[in-house]
């Protein structure tokens, strides 16, 4: 059974780092052709995808948002971890993850619950 | 990379057929049959509907339907049904190797 979860503060104050950790379990990143992405939502907006890592460590990022994000993953710990600088009250949304796998495609299957993100002096 | 393009709303009665656009450009929905579609209930996270243009995962209902021409995909429900009420969102991938989704369209059963 494919799980995945965000963990990660729920309160950031705007120019600061936010981090968040993706914790899987069902499957290793260490597969050929996994690939777990970030993908998040304003309150009452689209979804907007931000940045994937493949289980061979290629790092994709939105090209919008390129220079604040960094993505990595700790396979021993069945984990990727996203950070962005430089947060504004903009970056205020429901932050997922979520597991890709086979196709090039955003052939996103597997989702974790959201963690609410809220950038607030 | 600017967002897929989608209606903002579209509604049908119980049990007729609906449709909903999604355009981009030739460096994403039209350059790669890499296009997905997304349900999302409220406070919940999205439920892939159809990937790689057509193709449904297991346990999604034949009512959804996925197409594509040119720089346009379409997701096409079929029998409607209240549980249907939601928002849908496209996705494809693009030139630049990354995802881009689509402004999202709710889907009002009437």
């Known amino acids: 059974q494919v799980t995945l979860k965000e963990s990660g503060p729920a309160l950031v104050k705007p120019t600061q780092t936010l981090t968040l950790t993706c914790t899987f379990s069902?499957?290793?990143?260490?597969?050929?052709?996994?690939?777990v992405s970030w993908i998040r939502q304003p309150p009452g907006k689209a979804l907007e995808w931000l940045a994937r890592?493949?289980?061979?460590?290629?790092?994709f990022y939105s090209t919008s948002l390129k220079t604040r994000l960094t993505i990595s993953k700790d396979t021993s710990k069945n984990q990727v971890v996203l950070t962005m600088t430089n947060m504004d009250p903009v970056d205020t949304a429901t932050y997922y993850c979520?597991?890709?796998?086979?196709?090039?495609?955003?052939?996103?299957?597997?989702w974790g619950q959201g963690t609410l993100v809220t950038v607030s002096s | 990379q600017s967002a897929l393009t989608q209606p903002a709303s579209v509604s049908g009665s119980p049990g007729q057929s609906i449709t909903i656009s999604c355009t981009g450009t030739?460096?994403?929905?039209?350059?790669?049959?890499?296009v997905s579609w997304f349900q999302q209930h409220p406070g919940k996270a999205p439920k892939l509907m159809i990937h790689?243009?057509?193709n449904r995962p297991s346990g999604v209902s034949n009512r959804f339907s996925g197409s594509k021409s040119g720089n346009t995909a379409s997701l096409t429900i079929s029998g409607l049904q209240a549980e249907d009420e939601a928002d849908y969102y496209c996705?494809?991938?693009?030139?630049?190797?990354?995802?881009?989704f689509g402004t999202g369209t709710k889907v009002t059963v009437l």
């Open positions: 030739s460096s994403d929905v039209g350059g790669y049959k890499y």
């Open positions: 890592i493949d289980w061979d460590d290629d790092k």
């Open positions: 069902g499957f290793s990143l260490t597969t050929i052709g996994m690939r």
């Open positions: 996705s494809s991938y693009t030139s630049s190797s990354t995802y881009v």
């Open positions: 979520a597991r890709s796998s086979g196709s090039s495609g955003p052939l996103f299957l597997y």
């Open positions: 790689d243009v057509d």
